[in-house]
Structures are given as structure tokens and as C-alpha cells.
């Protein structure tokens, strides 16, 4: 073969190769060619040229049809002169010459992935192994349409490029937007796919696609079938194209919430070389997806540059990790900031054992269900129930703000007077969407005074009963679902029934405190920075005054506030003040005998 042979041959095997993927016949390679090769690019030709000049004297006009391959792939025509004049497309032509770029106006509308077998990025590959299994189950060989779905982060589009790159296919990544758009658009992407013997992976497709024109969109999809060979589309929800697609070999995939050990293993990954704690800490505290993750902690190294740190700190991640949780709770939650630890609260030995116990199980969730395998025995009420139950100011409040600084999780408030409703199914929607928001923040749901929900279970005397009875059975369901922490507390433990005790984790009883707690309290009601007069009778205030922990804090409180306007130290007589406001607003009035050697310290206006 000589020079000019040598270059001819690498000249036509761009047009071979096109010849053999889009199976042309010899007169379709023909007109390929001569327009190709004509020098005056905008000459063009009709039909009955091309015909003549090939010899083909009859049934040539199938081939110019609008839907004929010359037509759809190959050729554009224009009108002169009342006849039909055809030119080579122009993206033929870049590719018969060897040029990859810059062919068309929509170029910029599509994205070639060439995907790697390797998976550094996410760990696991359930779903694409459940794909090759159904395409190996198979007894033909047509086109098949995948729809991955699951919770935004989850990789479903990493799944789909794994698959590929298996399979040794590029993907070409198209935005299902355009689809109405621009019939040209979908013609040249679907071109793309066969050129480079890609898939198809649809993006952003609505749920309700099909739902519309369900014939032209069931046509449409079924080209792209035709073309691509396998088909993608992801999405949070089942995607249910209906029966105008019945025909078609179509599987779904779940993506849901990687196990723990894929957890730890990208956040041990993410996290290489950083001391902050272990990942298996992360990996129960956040029900992250791998996106998530992987945000979580390029939000932390923001807060690190942040501070001018090359380092991170606990406090940039779990800034980091809140950060992707920010979607509020509306006007019905208010969000706690903790401010107490486990050495602010004043409770007996066994209910602050119990309130850890709760706290591990927090802590030891994944580990326990996936790890040790309890999920194969209990598919249901996974989260932590609690009832805090006791008098006024005894803690419950404290003790979920404890719980939440322990476990580094948000608290939030719930208002009830912004849930419960008169209206039938209004406060059953409320709630609805407390959880709804509450699973993707993985918050603690406080329901304080909660016996204006959960006391109503009572036997059925009228339809506002029965609504009530609903309303309550409707939110013990969505605790159960939910798989993080709710805790009710409440005044009254005996309104609640026995049905609702026993679908409750962990009943804590909040007592009244003794003299001796009192004293306690009494002992940590100042910060370490108020100045307190050494002279503080803690044990003749604790023993002589039966306060709650609350009315303990705000009497210092009020104490304080006198001493800060007298410029002085926090005196007795400060304190006496205080309880004696704080008496007052329950309508009780001191007594010479309450107050002992210290009744002298009261102003003399005040009065017994």
C-alpha cells in the first residue's frame, strides 16, 4: 500500500465505522459520501440527483422521509426554489474529519462521562449488582430502562457511572428539560449515544412525566430505548411510567441510607488523618448520605480556613454537619440552645441513669440494629420514645437540653398551641410535618406540657372525642416511625393510659426535690464569675424553703440582679428577696418562722 492508499484508508474508516453502528446500506453510504466530499459545502443536492448520480432510478423518496436515518441522522434540508436541497450535517462532518469539539449549537446541552471502574468515591455497590443480575436474567437482548431512587446525596448518579464504567460505556448525562423544548435537541444527543456507544442518563426528570401526554412521552422514551440501549433516571420516589410502557424490560432501585459500615467507612475516609473522634461516633450520631458526608465535611474545612486553622476542630465538624441540617421547623418548633451538662443536673441516681441509657442507645444505634443484626428482628420503632414526667421545674427541660449537648443533636421546642387545631385533620397535618422536617435534621422533638396531645385517649362520648382518640393514635404512630428522639413531658403521668405507658421506651420520673438536692442546686444556681458573699446559708435555704429547681434558678436570678443594682456581693438578703418574689407569684406569702434568724433582712415595708 502506498502513502496516498494509507491516507485514504484512515480518511474512510470514520465513515465505515459510522456505516457499521448505524447499519447503512450501500445507497445511504453513498449520498453520505458525496456530500462529504463535495468542495462547496453549501452546494447541497436534491434527491433525484443523488439518486441519478448513484443509478438508483426508483424508491428513492423512502429515504428522505423526515423519519428516514439519512434524515434523522445524517442530513439537513432546506427549501430553494420549490425544490428540496440536502446537505451533509454539520456534526457528520466534524466527525468524518476527525474533529471531536465544536461541532453544533448543542454541544453545550449534554455532558460525556467516560467512568472508571474504580469506587473511591462511595461504598458498596448493591444496586449495581442487582443491575447486571437483571440484565444476565434476561432472555432477550432489547433495550432496559433504570430508575434509581432515593434521598438526595444517596449516589445515585455515582451508581449509574460505577455501572458503566463495568461495562466500559461512557454516559452521556442529559437534562430532561429540554426535552420539550427542542425535538432537535433529543434527535442529537440520541446521535451522540450511538456515535459513542453510550448510555442515556436523563436528569432531573419530573415524577409526573408520564402523566401527561403518556402516548407521545411512551414514543419519545422508547426512541431513546431504541438508541441508547439502556436508559437512567433517578429521582427521590418510585417513578411509575405506567402501562405504555409495560412492554419495556424496566427495573427500580432503591437507594436509600448507606448501612454503618459504609458509614464509617466514608467518613473514615473523608475524615483520614484528622483526630477529631472516631467515625463510628459520626456514623451513629448523623443518618447521613455519602453526598451528605462528604459535605459535611467540606463545610467543616470552611470553618476551619474560617478560624485560619489547617486543621479541623469537633466544633467545624459538627458546624459542619448542622449546616446541611438547616431546614427549621417553622412557627411550630423553636429551636433550644443546650447550655447544661450532666453535672447541672440534679436528679436521683437512677433517672439520670436511665436518661444515659437513652443516650447510649442513641450513641450504639447502628451498631446494635446493623452491626450485631437486631434490624432482622425489629423493622419498627428503631427511634427512642421517651415521658418525662413530674412537677413543674423539676428538670425535664434541662434534662433535654442535657441530652442534647451529649449527643450533639439540634432541640427543638414543639409549640403546641400551633399544632393543635379545631379543625378536623389539621392537627394530624401539623404533626405530619413536624416529623416530615424533624427526619431530615435527625432533631430532638420536645413536647413540652405534652397531656394537650397525649392525655386525650378517653373513652368515645361524641365525634370531638373520637377526633381527639385520632389525633393522639396518629401521633404515637409518627413517634414510632420516627427514628430519632422524642420526648413528651408532663404534670400528669396518670392522664396517660397503660396502652400508651407500654409504647413508650423510657417513662422518667422527675420527683420534687428534698432538702438535700435543694441544696445542691442552691450550690450551682450562681455561676462561678457572680460575686456571692461567702456567708450564703445554702443548708438553711434548702432546708426551710421547698423550692422547685426553676424557682431555685430564678429566686438567684433575681438575687443577682439586686446585688448588681446595690454594687455589691450576693447577700442572704438578696436571696430572701428572690424567694420571697418567687412565693409571691404562686400567692404564698413568707413567714417569721420560714424565715427564721433571717427575717430581719426584709425591708420593713415588705411585711410577714
Not at 435537541?185 to 453510550?198: K, M, V
Request: hydrophobic share 40%; charged share 30%.
Amino acid at each position: 500500500m502506498n502513502d496516498r492508499e494509507d491516507e485514504e484508508s484512515k480518511k474512510l474508516w470514520p465513515a465505515e465505522y459510522l456505516s457499521g453502528i448505524f447499519d447503512l446500506d450501500s445507497f445511504e453510504q453513498f449520498c453520505i459520501k458525496v456530500l462529504w466530499e463535495t468542495e462547496e459545502q453549501d452546494r447541497g443536492f436534491t434527491a433525484s440527483v443523488l439518486a441519478e448520480r448513484y443509478g438508483l432510478k426508483t424508491k428513492y423518496a423512502p429515504y428522505f422521509w423526515p423519519d428516514s436515518k439519512l434524515l434523522r441522522y445524517f442530513l439537513r434540508k432546506e427549501q430553494r426554489d420549490g425544490q428540496s436541497i440536502y446537505f451533509l450535517d454539520e456534526r457528520i462532518r466534524v466527525f468524518l474529519e476527525g474533529r471531536i469539539y465544536g461541532y453544533g449549537p448543542y454541544d453545550f446541552l449534554w455532558e460525556i462521562r467516560y467512568p472508571q471502574e474504580s469506587r473511591e468515591e462511595l461504598a458498596g455497590s448493591g444496586p449495581v449488582s442487582v443491575m447486571e443480575r437483571f440484565l444476565e436474567s434476561r432472555t432477550d437482548a432489547g433495550p432496559v430502562f433504570f430508575h434509581l431512587y432515593g434521598p438526595e446525596g444517596s449516589g445515585r448518579k455515582s451508581r449509574i457511572l460505577e455501572f458503566c464504567g463495568l461495562r466500559g460505556r461512557p454516559l452521556l448525562i442529559l437534562d430532561s428539560g429540554l426535552l420539550d423544548e427542542d425535538p432537535h435537541i433529543l434527535g442529537d444527543a440520541l446521535r451522540e449515544c450511538r456515535i459513542y456507544g453510550a448510555y442515556l442518563f436523563l436528569k432531573k426528570l419530573p415524577e409526573d412525566w408520564f402523566a401527561g401526554d403518556g402516548l407521545y412521552r411512551a414514543r419519545l422514551f422508547r426512541w431513546m430505548l431504541e438508541e441508547a440501549g439502556i436508559v437512567f433516571t433517578v429521582g427521590e420516589r418510585p417513578l411509575a411510567p405506567g402501562a405504555y410502557l409495560e412492554e419495556v424490560s424496566y427495573l427500580e432501585c432503591e437507594m436509600g441510607l448507606p448501612s454503618y459500615q459504609e458509614s464509617v467507612t466514608l467518613w473514615e475516609k473523608m475524615l483520614e488523618g484528622q483526630k477529631l473522634c472516631t467515625p463510628s461516633e459520626w456514623a451513629n450520631k448523623f443518618l447521613f448520605t455519602p453526598g451528605q458526608i462528604k459535605q459535611a465535611v467540606q463545610n467543616a474545612w470552611r470553618y476551619a480556613f474560617i478560624r485560619g486553622s489547617s486543621q479541623l476542630e469537633r466544633e467545624d465538624l459538627q458546624r459542619g454537619c448542622y449546616h446541611l441540617l438547616r431546614d427549621g421547623m417553622g412557627k411550630k418548633a423553636v429551636k433550644i440552645k443546650p447550655c447544661y451538662t450532666w453535672e447541672d443536673l440534679i436528679l436521683p441516681p437512677f433517672q439520670k441513669r436511665r436518661l444515659k441509657e437513652a443516650c447510649d442507645q442513641v450513641f450504639y444505634k447502628k451498631w446494635v440494629y446493623e452491626a450485631w443484626g437486631f434490624e432482622q428482628k425489629i423493622s419498627y420503632g428503631r427511634g427512642i420514645s421517651m415521658v418525662f414526667a413530674g412537677p413543674p421545674g423539676t428538670g425535664k427541660t434541662m434534662a433535654a437540653q442535657v441530652m442534647a449537648s451529649k449527643l450533639c443533636l439540634d432541640l427543638y421546642r414543639i409549640e403546641l398551641a400551633a399544632v393543635v387545631s379545631k379543625y378536623v385533620g389539621e392537627t394530624e397535618k401539623n404533626l405530619e410535618e413536624i416529623f416530615e422536617q424533624a427526619k431530615k435534621s435527625q432533631v430532638i422533638l420536645f413536647f413540652d406540657e405534652a397531656d394537650v396531645l397525649f392525655s386525650k385517649r378517653m373513652e368515645v362520648r361524641d365525634a370531638n372525642d373520637k377526633y381527639s382518640n385520632m389525633e393522639a393514635a396518629f401521633l404515637l404512630q409518627k413517634m414510632e416511625e420516627y427514628e430519632g428522639i422524642t420526648i413528651l413531658a408532663t404534670n400528669y403521668l396518670q392522664n396517660f393510659d397503660e396502652a400508651f405507658k407500654r409504647r413508650m421506651k423510657f417513662i422518667i420520673d422527675f420527683p420534687f426535690p428534698d432538702a438535700a438536692r435543694r441544696e445542691q442546686i442552691w450550690r450551682k444556681a450562681f455561676p462561678d464569675q457572680t460575686p456571692v458573699c461567702e456567708d450564703l446559708d445554702y443548708e438553711f435555704l434548702s432546708a426551710s424553703f421547698e423550692l422547685s429547681g426553676s424557682g431555685i434558678k430564678n429566686a438567684a436570678l433575681y438575687a443577682a440582679f439586686l446585688a448588681a443594682a446595690d454594687s455589691c456581693r450576693v447577700s442572704m438578703s438578696h436571696v430572701i428577696a428572690g424567694i420571697r418574689n418567687e412565693f409571691a407569684k404562686n400567692g404564698k406569702i413568707l413567714t417569721k418562722e420560714q424565715l427564721g434568724q433571717y427575717y430581719m433582712l426584709l425591708e420593713p415595708e415588705d411585711g410577714l
